[in-house]
């Protein structure tokens, strides 16, 4: 776990210094300690990548350390991904559109707001269908979720089809189609299969 740690804080630090020495006005903002969100405002287009692998690094580093960091830091992942959606949408598989639904299931503290998360996920997915890590994401953190909150057996039906029909869709992808997503997506399809096995245990039929 702590080298783990210092992965993701090199990964951050890293991030920054290419931010700083790219883009001047901005270290100069940052290092007077401005809003982050002024200091944001002296990006570009050009800083998405480096905004991108700066809100990543920072956010897996905060979610391995502790519920206090990840409170202290969300409102700044949240600016950068932000900031990403506006200047490229579909940077990374439209990934700042798979952030904010994945953020949105857990914020407002702690119920989150479904609805929203779910418009997210889906633009991701309409955006790359290709990145299986979406579909499984939004299985695992919307679907399941909202399966327990749904209050009549048609409800829940409707969110169980959905679930099986993503994973389904995921399991069965033919991963060559996108060569250079093979790793990541064999591991998808590794969770989406053992997904479908525990399907009655995480969405039990009334």
Known sequence: KEE????????????EIALAQAYPAYRSK????QPFSTALQQLDEGAVPAIYWYATNLGKY????????VLNEKDRIKAMMGF???????FFYNAADRYFGAFYTKIPFPNGDLPKSRGHFEASIAGSPQYLATKVLF???NLVKAYSRAKTPAAKKAIRDLYKGLLDSVVSFDLKSAPKLIPENTIEQKKAKQMLDELDVDMPVD
């Open 62 to 69: 905060a979610l391995a350390k502790s519920i206090v960091t």
């Open 84 to 90: 990403i959606k506006s200047n490229n949408e579909g």
């Open 30 to 33: 940052y290092c007077a300690r």
């Open 139 to 141: 299985a695992k953190m």
């Open 4 to 15: 783990m740690l210092a992965n993701f804080e090199q990964g951050t630090n890293q991030a």
